[in-house]
């Protein structure tokens, strides 16, 4: 790639400097690796030869190699030298490629963007830059945001393997922010071969950045490491992953009525003193709430709304420390009085995410979801009227009010940008995927964009759409 063809430029606004987080860093699989596919590989032609790697000063995640036959394979040997070429043959025909070229994947348990990548989905050589330019210009919004990246494997062909110096080039063409705020990079059913094109770079990698590669050999790994329940994935993929794991498919048969009814009594009890993971109107019956505002979620918003944490750069951009916020829920939804004075700033604010995440039903309701994901399509003269419309006749009263409030709070927030540097449009980012998801799908890449716009516009214009106080009429829960 020369200089004439960058990557999609970068959105206006102030950039975000990194700051030191407490996340716990993921570690790689220890789990066996398969080889189900020993074709779907890269281009290895390169690896044959002296380098392809240019000998120049290189920044960032890379370091300087002295010597250019330092990466040179020390056998001249093609490891790829047996032909599978029809199968490669027989996974191409009727291949039709989505116009998606990734996926929204959801958040992880730390709230962080999830974008699931497919080798599958691959043009021809030729197309490969463009394709590329496009991956970046669709995740760029989310990137000043600590994000996961998922390479889905299987699929590669033999016509659209990337070379060496392809791959090269694209990584250093990525600005520092894409690297800097990637936590994980998950790679589905890797084969033998992948990890010879990981080996090929790691000279030229830094520790930290190769920490972030994990592999994964079954999809049942890749949820547990994600802490998502449901994965929407193509069917190739799910097959591929049948052949590679049959033994953990799961054979359990499906619970007796008493079973059932025993869990629900069981939860029933527990669940009186829980704020996560239960309905909010459950919550508004069950704990202390003033104007339908659930405990936590005021003790969050008390402490985060503090001058010297409101303006902590990065705030709800940074991931907090899983554990800890893993015990406070924990402490919280056993009843317990939890004093956040001393609890750090991320952490807070992992913890308010994770409280909207975990909610039963999305706090702008599954009702909405049709509507908000339609909010691009509108005439620009007619959003504030429709948003208006849907906030305050169509949503609970209680929702309504705990959205209120949550909104009010990040507008103080917005208020602070010149120096936790989170605009409208970065909260949106943040919050958008926690206050609606899909009922029963995976939300895509072409609607969580209208969701996030849809809060931009609210907190850009929260004056015009709250005009009556409602936190002082009576809620009645029924």
Excluded at 23 to 45: A, N, V
Excluded at 240 to 257: E, F, H, I, V, Y
Excluded at 336 to 359: T, Y
Aim: net charge negative; glycine share 4%; charged share 30%.
């Amino acid at each position: 790639m020369d200089d004439h063809s960058r990557f999609a430029p970068r959105l206006p606004g102030p950039a975000i400097n990194p700051i030191v987080d407490n996340s716990d860093e993921p570690q790689p699989s220890l789990s066996d690796l398969h080889d189900f596919e020993p074709k779907l590989e890269f281009d290895d032609t390169e690896l044959l030869a002296p380098s392809p790697l240019e000998k120049d000063v290189m920044v960032g995640d890379f370091v300087l190699a002295d010597d250019p036959e330092y990466i040179e394979p020390e056998e001249d040997v093609n490891p790829l030298e047996d032909d599978f070429e029809d199968q490669l043959r027989e996974q191409s025909e009727n291949f039709q490629a989505p116009r998606n070229k990734c996926d929204f994947l959801g958040t992880d348990k730390q709230g962080r963007h999830i974008f699931g990548i497919y080798a599958s989905r691959f043009p021809e050589k030729s197309q490969l830059e463009g394709f590329v330019r496009e991956i970046i210009k669709e995740i760029e919004p989310f990137v000043e945001n600590d994000y996961i990246l998922v390479y889905f494997h299987q699929g590669l062909q033999e016509d659209n393997k990337p070379s060496t110096q392809f791959l090269w080039n694209s990584y250093k063409e990525l600005d520092r922010k894409f690297r800097k705020n990637l936590k994980t990079l998950y790679v589905v059913h890797p084969t033998w071969f992948i990890r010879i094109i990981w080996n090929f770079f790691s000279p030229f990698i830094s520790d930290k950045f190769r920490k972030k590669l994990v592999y994964i050999s079954s999809l049942d790994e890749l949820r547990q490491a994600l802490g998502l329940n449901k994965l929407k994935l193509p069917d190739n993929i799910c097959d591929l992953d049948d052949k590679l794991n049959p033994s953990r498919k799961p054979s359990t048969p499906p619970p007796s009525s008493s079973s059932i009814n025993a869990s629900r009594q069981q939860q029933h009890k527990m669940a009186t003193t829980h704020q996560f993971g239960v309905p909010l109107k459950f919550i508004v019956v069950n704990s202390p709430c003033l104007n339908s505002i659930p405990p936590i979620v005021r003790k969050c918003v008390d402490s985060l709304s503090i001058t010297g944490v409101i303006d902590t750069e990065g705030i709800f951009r940074r991931s907090g420390n899983h554990s800890e916020i893993m015990a406070l829920k924990e402490r919280v939804n056993r009843g317990e009085d939890v004093d956040l004075k001393s609890v750090n700033v991320h952490v807070i604010a992992g913890l308010l995410k994770s409280f909207l995440r975990d909610l039963a039903e999305p706090l702008l309701t599954f009702e909405l979801y049709e509507d908000v994901t339609r909010f691009l399509d509108w005439p620009k003269e007619e959003r504030s009227r429709n948003v208006t419309q849907l906030i305050r006749e169509k949503l609970p009263e209680e929702n309504y009010e705990l959205f209120k409030y949550i909104v009010e709070f990040l507008v103080r927030v917005m208020d602070c940008e010149d120096l936790n540097k989170m605009t409208s449009s970065n909260l949106a980012i943040v919050f958008g995927p926690n206050f609606l998801w899909s009922r029963s799908t995976s939300t895509s890449l072409e609607e969580i964009a209208p969701i996030n716009a849809f809060v931009d516009f609210v907190l850009q214009n929260h004056k015009d759409i709250y005009l009556i106080d409602v936190n002082q009429r009576t809620v009645s829960v029924d």
